[in-house]
Each structure stands twice: as structure tokens, then as C-alpha cells.
């Protein structure tokens, strides 16, 4: 365990400095991944730990046709939210579906955001080859045992999963992150703040060093939409997804008039299949028309042996929610 | 290990008493609750999070105090499982795990009784399946699983924990 200095933040603007300033510098807020990393694993080894749980961030508010959550919000705070449970259900069936209780109480929707992969090679510093630990150095993952690993924005360079189940509901309803640094506030939709990890899998998203995520802001769904999400696992409960699939449609008559869909336990990051839902506007609401957004919603799969499985398993999570959501019976 | 690491002063809330201590800040709260308080009700499993062994209320609220900074709890109160009885009575859950049978080696039974207490609090006992499905992040080796949830119910039936 490596030595580092702690420092507690009493305001943003302070805590945004401490880090920009010092490049070994790290935030701290709940710590069910940094401390995890740190600590115990010893794959991150910061310097100085600035904790920001005492920040103004925590608590959410609903406006036009939105909700605004302070990144300090816990996912058990989010989960109870009246505006979720109303109008985003699918958001709080992916928070439930994460992590246990205890986990939720402490981790955060920022962090939530910005959790680090559970690849048991990115998490074990004594395997060589990582490319997310040490660009260049290769991936152990692709020829040593994989199973909970990523197909979608997945090559020869990194197959490490993005295990969120919350973010894959967020991209698919355009959520869109809200930031303090350095240079100033900025907006960012979560749909672009992903990097696929290319040949480059060490840089996981388009924040600066020190970049504050201060809250995320989700638009609310339609009254007339119908959603949800289901996550397919080893376990029923307190287990990552194998494959999961976030839905939001809104049907008239029996045709699918709009469509979104995120998939999980699939993809390097949370996944937006835009390819499914341009299937699904404007079809008619049955089985070949969600077999259809499936092969669209798979298509492009990098896959080793290991992983080969979640292709067709991904496919069929993805039509069982469609089938439940639209109340099409299989 | 460096001499020159300031240590933190942290005033942490256990069971009702404040304790005045100076850490390393890389101490975590089980540690400190441990090492430090000499309260070792709160027991370190698998120490990243995943078994619940180590679960204490932090302001009322179940956390696993393993993936936590002591320095972090400053001002905070924590309820561990020494603070559970009242003047020798045991808590309610407490209990109706030793009439279940409800922990074979008991070493994760501190977590699974205050994980319980919180549970009872969020309302999530409404059913064997609701109990499974909210107790998830407390993992018992022995298997006494059913035992647990009927200890549980039992508690939950007779109008919760006090």
C-alpha cells in the first residue's frame, strides 16, 4: 500500500485546483473503486487523495423536462428519487440491479460514471500485459481466460468490460455530464464521453486531469414511454451483467414511434445502439422486428473464445426486454 | 512506510462515544474500529468489498467499512455491532439468530445482523424474496442462509427491530 496525502475539499473550486495542479493527484468519493484500486490491489497509486464527499454535490432536481443530479448523489439516494421512480424506472431498476446495499450507500453517480474496470488482468499488477495499465505493453485478457469481457468496442488491443448498469440506461436516454475545470464549467453528452479504447485503452474518456464530473443531468422519458432493463448474470442478484439491455419505446398502434437502447456486459464502454434503434423506428412492435434490432444491435463483435457465448446471449437480452417492454409475449 | 506521512485527526463517532484519534490516513474504518476503538465486532473478510463481513451503520446507513478512509468518517457516527444491545438486553435481531440458528462459524454474522437493522429501517422486509434479494451483499460461507432469512422474517413479522 502505497504512502499518499489526504486532503479533504470544502469547496469545488478548491478541490478542482488541489488536482489539476499535482499530476499524481486522484478525487476521492465514495471509494468503492479507488480505494479498492488502491488499496487493496494496488493498481492505482496516487500521491495525494483529494476527498470530495463533503462538497455541495449530492442531491438531485427536477426541472424541464429533466432531472439534475449532483455527482455526489448516492445510488441508493438516486434509486428513491420520486422524479426517477416516476418518470425514469428503468434508471432505478439499473441502480438496484448494481452492486448491494452497502455498495450503494457509498458510491456515487460520478463515480459510478467513472469506475474502472473489473478485468481481473487490469486488476492484477503482477500480469505484464495490460495496455489500460501500460500502453503498449499488449492484453493478457485476449489469450489468457476471459468470460466477463467486452465484444462491442472491443480489439487485440483491450476487451475490458465497462460493468455499469446505470450508465447503460443513461446513454440511452442522452444523459449529459456536467463538469468544472480548470478552464471553466462544460457539457458533456454522456454518448461522447466515452473513448472507445482503440490503441489506446489507458485513456478511458474526454476529461482533462482534475476535471471535476459535478452532476449529471438526465432528460426525463415521455409519460407515454414504456422501459426497462434486464440484466442477465451467474447470479440473480449482487453479480455484473454477462449481457444486459436498456429500452425505452414509445408505440402508437402497434408501431414503434421511438426507440432507445443501451447495452451492457457487452461493451469497452456503455453501449448506445444506434443501429437498433433505427431498426425499430417506425416498425411494426413484434419478434422479427426485434430479432432484426438485435443483429443490428450485435453487429460488429470482436469476440474471443471465452466471449464468443454473449454474442447470441446479448442478442436474446435484448429481444426479451423488447418483447416485455412492448407487451409482445414470447 | 514514511515517517514524514502527517498524520489525520479524526473524531469518530462509535456507539454514542466520540474517540479522538490520530491515523495514518491510509487507515480505513474497519481498521480504525479495530486497531484503534479495540471494537472487533466489525470483521475483516475478503477486505475489498465484496463479503458485507465488515458492515457497520455509518449515520444510520449500512456501508462496508473496508472500502472506507477512517479519515473519511470524521464527525460521523457509526454504529458497530457492540453497539446493538441496551443495558444488557440484546437487540431484537440479535436474538432471533441465536433462536434460528442462524450463523454456524459466526464470523459473518456482525455484518449479517447489522445489515438486518438496516434493513428492517428501509423497509425491505416484506417478503423471503425481498429479504434474499437486499441481504445480497452479505455472503455466509457456512450456508446458513435459510436460517438468516428466517431470523429476519421473524423480526420483520413482530413489527421490526426497536
Redesign the interface.
Known sequence: ?S????V?ATDVGEAVAAVSTDPSASY?AG??TQ??LM??DGVVSPDR?V?I?RLPLRGATRSDGAIRVGALTTM?ELAADPTVIERLPLVREALLAG?????R??ATIGGNLLQRTRCRYFRDPTVAACNKRRRGSGCAAISGAARMHAILGASEHCIALHASDLCVTLVALDAVVHTQGTNGARSIPLTEFYRIPGDTPDVENVLEHGELITAVEVPLLPADARSGYLKVRDRS??EFALTSAAVALILADGVIREARVGLGGVGTIPWRARGAEEVLRGAPAHLETFRAAAEAALEGAWTVPGTAFKVELGKRTLVRVLQTVAGVEP | ??AT??E?AVTLGVNGVDHQLRLD??V?LLDALRDAVGLTGAKKGC???AC?AC?VL?DG????SC???A??G?GRQVTTIEGLSQGGDLHPLQEAFIRHDAFQCGYCTSGQIL?AV??LA?GRAGSDEEI???M???LCRCGAYPNIVAAIREVAEAGGSR
Request: hydrophobic share 40%; glycine share 6%.
Open positions: 500500500m504512502v499518499f496525502e489526504y479533504r476521492l471509494g468503492t480505494l479498492d488499496l487493496k487523495l476527498d464527499t441508493e452492486a448491494s446495499v452497502q455498495l450507500n457509498m442478484s449482487y | 512506510m514514511s506521512i502527517p489525520v490516513p491510509r480505513t477486505d475489498q468489498g458485507g458492515t455509518l446507513k449500512r456501508v462496508v472500502l472506507m478512509l479519515a473519511q470524521d445489515s438496516s434493513l428501509e434474499r434479494e437486499f445480497s451483499g452479505n
